[in-house]
């Protein structure tokens, strides 16, 4: 093949050589700078994709972080009810309450707690649950055992921390959208449970990324259990990439 290309150069006339020579001094310098240039290209539009996802992710981190600690502080002051407190020790107790007690109690401390729901637009609602069924219902807050059974997070074994993606089921025309928790036990020093505390948000809500309609761009959270929660965003074989 060697001799074969020799003698064909050799068989050449000057101008062609030197053509070919300029073509070659010409064509390889600029084949490696468009390389050069590709891969630059390459890694830099790499680059930028790792650093928008980075900051995604740290800002969907943040936003995520202030509802949490949003929730954490509502619980906190449904903790420190002393009104309510009182109302789920008589309760667990099985106290009978006269009617005037129960109406004071909730045109004051049910319609406070109410109003601090309300004006906090993260929130889907705060439930507290009693521990049985002895107790005058006081809507939106307060409820009994039986309506806690209906939540699918009540029949786990150990139902306290945060729970993803489960519908409303209260009430039967409550429109079912998808929900996350983060349930609470109330304990007394004396009289031991007294209560559950379920304060949700919706899941778009808590993570609105899931449902933000990008295209080519889909985003999916993990749970502590490693279980998987999509949006509206999923896009066909994602799941498997996140495995």
Not at 6 to 21: A, D, P, Q, S
Not at 46 to 65: A, L
Not at 116 to 124: A, F
Request: proline content about 2%; some cysteine.
């Amino acid at each position: 093949m060697g001799k074969y290309w020799k003698e064909y150069w050799g068989r050449l006339k000057l101008n062609r050589k030197f053509t070919v020579v300029i073509c070659l001094l010409v064509i390889l310098p600029i084949s490696i700078l468009a390389g050069l240039l590709f891969n630059n290209m390459e890694k830099n539009v790499v680059s930028e994709n790792r650093n928008y996802i980075q900051y995604t992710m740290e800002r969907n981190k943040d936003n995520i972080g202030k509802n949490i600690d949003s929730i954490n502080m509502t619980i906190q002051f449904f903790l420190n009810d002393e009104s309510l407190l009182d109302i789920l020790v008589k309760t667990a107790n099985q106290e009978k309450m006269q009617t005037e007690e129960l109406m004071e109690f909730y045109h004051s401390d049910i319609a406070s707690l109410e109003r601090l729901v309300y004006n906090n637009t993260l929130l889907y609602g705060i439930r507290v649950y009693t521990v049985n069924d002895d107790v005058q219902e006081m809507m939106p807050i307060l409820y009994s055992r039986s309506r806690m059974n209906k939540m699918e997070w009540s029949n786990k074994e150990n139902y306290t921390g945060w729970n993803y993606n489960y519908q409303d089921m209260l009430f039967d025309n409550y429109n079912r959208v998808p929900i996350a928790s983060l349930i609470t036990n109330v304990e007394d020093y004396e009289n031991g449970h007294i209560g559950v505390i379920e304060a949700a948000v919706t899941m778009e809500n808590m993570f609105p990324s899931l449902y933000e309609d990008i295209e080519d761009e889909w985003s999916c959270f993990v749970s502590d259990e490693g279980n998987l929660y999509f949006g509206g965003n999923k896009q066909g074989s994602s799941e498997e990439y996140v495995r």
